[in-house]
């Protein structure tokens, strides 16, 4: 599928709310490193969105493209309608975006209580402490450890927890279940599909297309810095052996 | 025996300034990673707006107002080097911040130097801190007894706000992190200007408190920081903790050595910086840089 028609998609595709971000010919460098050569796709309120795509595909150069912390980028991100490309990171986080990165950034220096509370609270309508603890009841038990002395799977759940807090409704989660266990995985995916029950919207970054398959209402497949095809969870059978094809499995 | 209490309290004055002097080295290295050359002439601006405070043909504003005053008047000077110079040293080598500061003591020493010379003005005592008591033991000065129980107040303020306070947390995350903590909508940039101008002010005030025992003068800073940057050392480079009570404790071990070795107590400290380095090199304390 072009680019072009990968832009539409989501009219077509739009089964929840209206367009909440819009990524237009977004280009991204690591210095002297031309990573993104024209990523566009949107994304609609409500949904969960993933972008699926072998290592180095630039799913995770596209994630921190929206969040503002790549040096330099190009192109056009509107988040509810307002221009992004230019802004800092801190303003971004300010609008309601939210980023889970994939090695979680859980900081050695904080206890869990302390990585938990570090986000500032952006905007009302933010999980309260309570609601966090019964999502992920093994923090509580363990809000006075040192953060990076929980297992993995806590720490992952630490670091999708402490921005469920600020109140921001478009969540960027990125490779969630990488390196964790099955019985992880699984509460991993409850979490992301409550939150979905709640209204947030959620743009996924998965290798794992099995797990992405149980939370996402939408995919987009990108190799080599562009998207290259997409398509709803319904059409997912259909498209598996291409799937399978664009990720090598 | 008096002798010895003497130079316990000597050694614990020299701690308290060598404390606050090192802590703001410490937290201006945690969160810029710029070790901070610029620190002893900092310390040594803060005396003189504490003596340009009282010695002016407009007002006379004493030393309790330049407690506060000074401080925050070098915190400022410090957020306007930051701005306009340090902040373009991120994610470049020490080396670069090391010069640059290096530079920048060079330049505003000598801008005093060139205007009040070498030798000290005088900056006296307050009347309320006169005097002194006799403990029996040995007579202690009020205003020396003021500046060890001050010193350790601020440092242990200090202390807390860094590592029992939602900015302390802050201000630790961003030293580990500063990408993901901006991207949590803190705003980084603005809290490295106030973490240097905190560092800073330490300076200056440690400056304010020195000014009636040392008197003010261009190069008072130049002497003390070459010994504060081996306390830094000795304690570990961007420890908050180890900052302090290797400050006080080295003042201490300096004070003793004037008692039973006086011909190694200048050199005592270095000595033990060498030690440390052999056997610990990032610091008692302290985190690999």
């Known amino acids: 599928m072009p680019d072009t028609a990968i832009a539409e998609a989501p009219a077509k595709a739009a089964t929840t709310g209206g367009n909440i971000l819009q990524v ?36 995770t150069t596209t994630l921190k493209s929206i969040m503002g912390i790549i040096g330099k980028r190009a192109g056009s991100i509107r988040f509810n309608n307002e221009e992004i490309i230019r802004a800092t990171s801190d303003r971004i986080a300010r609008m309601g975006i939210a980023f889970c990165p994939e090695e979680r950034g859980i900081f050695a220096s904080l206890d869990v209580r302390e990585n938990l509370l570090l986000p500032p609270i952006v905007r009302a309508g933010g999980l309260s402490l309570d609601q966090i ?15 990076t002395k929980l297992s993995g799977g806590e720490q992952q759940m630490l670091a999708i927890a402490r921005i469920l807090r600020t109140g921001a409704s478009f969540l960027m989660l990125d490779e969630p279940t990488e390196g964790l266990a099955p019985v992880i995985i699984q509460q991993i995916g409850h979490t992301i599909a409550r939150l979905k029950k709640e209204g947030f919207t959620i743009l996924l970054v998965e290798q794992n297309f099995r797990f992405a398959s149980t939370v996402a209402d939408r995919y987009y497949v990108v190799e080599h810095g562009k998207i290259i095809d997409g398509f709803s969870n319904a059409e997912l059978a259909a498209n598996m052996d291409k799937l399978h094809a664009y990720l090598g499995v | 025996m008096q002798a010895l209490y003497a130079q316990l309290l000597v050694g614990l004055i020299n701690g308290s300034f060598y404390a606050l002097l090192s802590l703001g080295l410490a937290v ?12 002893g002439a900092l310390y040594m601006m803060g005396a003189f707006v504490a003596y340009f405070l009282l010695n002016n043909d407009y007002l006379s504003i004493g030393y309790w107002p330049a407690l506060i005053i000074a401080p925050i008047v070098v915190g400022i000077f410090g957020m306007i080097l930051e701005r306009t110079m340090l902040q373009w040293l991120t994610g470049l080598d020490h080396l670069y911040g090391l010069l640059l500061t290096f530079g920048l003591a060079l330049i505003i020493q000598g801008v005093f ?3 009040f010379g070498s030798s000290g003005l005088p900056y006296a005592i307050p009347d309320q801190l006169k005097g002194g008591m006799n403990l029996g033991f040995m007579f202690l000065p009020i205003y020396r007894g003021w500046v060890v129980v001050f010193s350790l107040v601020v440092c242990l303020a200090t202390w807390f706000l860094i590592e029992k306070t939602q900015l302390g947390a802050y201000l630790r995350a961003a030293t580990e992190n500063p990408t993901l903590v901006r991207a949590f909508g803190i705003n980084v940039p603005r809290m490295i200007t106030l973490t240097y101008g905190l560092g800073v002010g330490l300076a200056a005030l440690a400056g304010v408190l020195s000014a009636p025992i040392n008197q003010v003068r261009p190069l008072m800073g130049a002497d003390l920081i070459i010994v504060v940057f081996a306390v830094v050392v000795i304690g570990g480079m961007g420890s908050i903790m180890g900052s302090i009570i290797t400050g006080f404790a080295l003042g201490v071990i300096e004070g003793l050595t004037k008692y039973f070795y006086p011909e190694a107590s200048n050199t005592v400290v270095f000595v033990l910086m060498v030690l440390v380095l052999l056997v610990k090199p990032t610091g008692l304390t302290g985190r690999a840089a």
């Open chain 1, 133 to 147: 603890f019964e999502l992920f009841p093994n923090l509580k038990e363990r809000l006075s450890s040192q953060g």
């Open chain 2, 113 to 115: 130097q060139n205007y």
């Open chain 1, 24 to 59: 237009r010919n977004l280009e991204a460098w690591y210095g002297e490193s031309h990573i993104l050569h024209g990523i566009n796709f949107d994304v609609n309120a409500g949904e969960v969105v993933t972008l699926l795509g072998r290592n180095g595909a630039g799913k």
């Open chain 2, 28 to 39: 201006i290295f945690g969160m810029l990673n710029i070790i901070n050359f610029a620190h």
